[in-house]
């Protein structure tokens, strides 16, 4: 059973960088066979594709977010993380982390939970 | 950014047959699938590939494709159906997009 938990600190101030890291269970993210994703939906609103890292390396993102975020990897903890710098408050949102299937584009079989993240001074 | 235009909303009552759209000019190149999601819970795939369902999705959710719009059609809806429902695809880069999202109701 493929589980995904998103951790991370719930307030940021405005200007300064969202961290958040996802803790991945019953697949490896080293194996190179999905998309490990970020996703989010702020309050109300429709989900957004953030951007995701696939063959355990190689990331893709949101043109929209215009490089403001960065996704990276640690296979030792099979944990992969969100950096979002600069954020104001259109970034506070429900953050998910989820795994994207072998496809064109790749559809999302399993997700966290949910991190909200409040950009507040 | 891409933009996949779904109805605000759709309202049935139980046993009837629900058909929530979505619309992309990029999608006869791309598959669609879509998401349930019920308050205060993440998205549950509930049909990827245009038409492929889940082992754990009821028969009653099915997909389907005609030009440039996509339909996720709920027959026999029942009470439990009630949630957000969200299609998902690629622009013509691949980058994926959702809809907007679609409030079903069931009177």
């Known amino acids: 059973q493929v589980q995904l938990q998103e951790s991370g600190p719930g307030l940021v101030k405005p200007s300064q960088t969202l961290s958040l890291s996802c803790t991945v269970s019953?697949?490896?993210?080293?194996?190179?066979?999905?998309?490990w994703s970020w996703i989010r939906q702020p309050p109300g609103k429709g989900l957004e594709w953030i951007g995701y890292?696939?063959?355990?390396?190689?990331?893709d993102y949101n043109p929209s977010l215009k490089r403001r975020a960065i996704i990276s990897v640690d296979t030792s903890k099979n944990q992969f993380s969100l950096k979002l710098n600069s954020v104001t408050a259109a970034d506070t949102a429900l953050y998910y982390c989820?795994?994207?299937?072998?496809?064109?584009?790749?559809?999302?079989?399993?997700w966290g939970q949910g991190a909200l993240v409040t950009v507040s001074s | 950014s891409y933009e996949l235009t779904q109805s605000p909303s759709v309202s049935v009552s139980p046993g009837q047959t629900a058909r929530i759209t979505c619309s992309g000019d990029?999608?006869?190149?791309?598959?669609a699938y879509w998401y349930q999601q019920k308050a205060g819970q993440a998205p549950v795939l509930v049909i990827y590939?245009?038409?492929q369902r889940p082992s754990e999705i009821p028969e009653r959710f099915s997909g389907s494709r005609s030009g440039t719009t996509v339909t996720l059609t709920i027959s026999g809806v029942l009470a439990e159906d009630e949630a957000d429902y969200h299609c998902?695809?690629?622009?013509?880069?691949?980058?994926?997009?959702f809809g907007g999202g679609t409030k079903l109701t069931v009177l």
């Open positions: 989820a795994r994207g299937g072998i496809g064109n584009p790749p559809g999302f079989d399993y």
């Open positions: 019953g697949a490896s993210i080293s194996s190179g066979d999905f998309y």
């Open positions: 890292l696939y063959y355990s390396e190689d990331t």
């Open positions: 990029a999608l006869p190149m791309q598959y």
């Open positions: 590939k245009d038409n």
């Open positions: 998902q695809s690629a622009d013509s880069s691949g980058n994926p997009g």
